[in-house]
């Protein structure tokens, strides 16, 4: 079985501050891990993906995330945070490997205040 | 450009009709996926097809029914079985089922039961 996590439904933070948007995972094995963004009434955007390598990835909008495998945690960063970024958010998981589809989370809302 | 599209962008259906929802790509990719989005709950997956004339039932496959005819469509019916169908769906393609590769999605539909 494979489960994402995402603990928080609603993050805000302050134009110019930092952000981070939570995720966890659980998968047997070796995961995939992605992150996505979605505008209201639109589908998802693909920001970016661990596969192998650095734990660190860097993806589209000057987001990133760091893939921590002790803790199971695959978080979204960005250095300093844009009202246009107030979005909704996903996690997602694929077991590496596997021909299972992707496992979402249940998204959290991201306000990014003037 | 290339991308995937579905139409249409609103569709209200009378309880105990039948409506089919289109999904078209040109971006060549061999998987296709069908979701549903409920507030709150993510993304479900409904159905997802590998190859042309083939598909699998999703977690959520009760009351909907697919076909793959052509590696560009993936049309998902709605049928009077679907006992709460009002959601948000969302169609995406990937250039191989499983794997490395992320999933692009389409704009969505949402429909409505009147």
């Known amino acids: 079985a494979q489960s994402v996590a995402q603990p928080e439904d609603q993050v805000n933070v302050a134009e110019g501050n930092p952000l981070t948007v939570k995720c966890t995972y659980s998968v047997s094995g070796n995961p995939y891990l992605f992150w996505y963004v979605q505008y209201p009434n639109r589908g998802l955007q693909f920001l970016l993906k661990?596969?192998?390598?650095?734990?660190l990835v860097k993806g589209s909008y000057g987001f990133e995330a760091e893939f921590n495998k002790s803790q199971t945690s695959f978080h979204l960063k960005k250095p300093s945070a844009l009202v246009s970024d107030s979005a909704l958010y996903f996690c997602?998981?694929?077991?590496?490997?596997?021909?299972?589809?992707?496992?979402f989370g249940s998204g959290t809302q991201l306000t990014v205040l003037p | 450009d290339g991308g995937i599209t579905q139409s249409p962008k609103y569709l209200f259906r009378k309880e105990g009709q039948n409506v089919t929802l289109s999904c078209e790509q040109n971006?060549?990719?061999?998987?296709m996926y069908w979701y549903r989005q409920d507030p709150g709950q993510g993304l479900r997956l409904i159905y997802y097809?590998?190859?042309?004339?083939?598909?699998q039932k999703g977690d959520i496959a009760e009351g909907y029914s697919v076909s793959r005819e052509k590696k560009e469509s993936f049309p998902l019916t709605v049928t009077s079985a679907q006992k709460n169908p009002t959601a948000f769906y969302l169609c995406?393609?990937?250039?191989?089922?499983?794997?490395?590769?992320?999933?692009?999605f389409g704009q969505g539909t949402r429909l409505t039961v009147v």
């Open positions: 995406a393609s990937s250039r191989e089922p499983g794997g490395r590769t992320e999933a692009f």
């Open positions: 971006l060549n990719h061999d998987a």
């Open positions: 661990y596969i192998t390598g650095d734990n």
């Open positions: 997602a998981v694929r077991r590496s490997g596997s021909a299972r589809q992707l496992t």
């Open positions: 097809s590998q190859i042309v004339n083939d598909f």
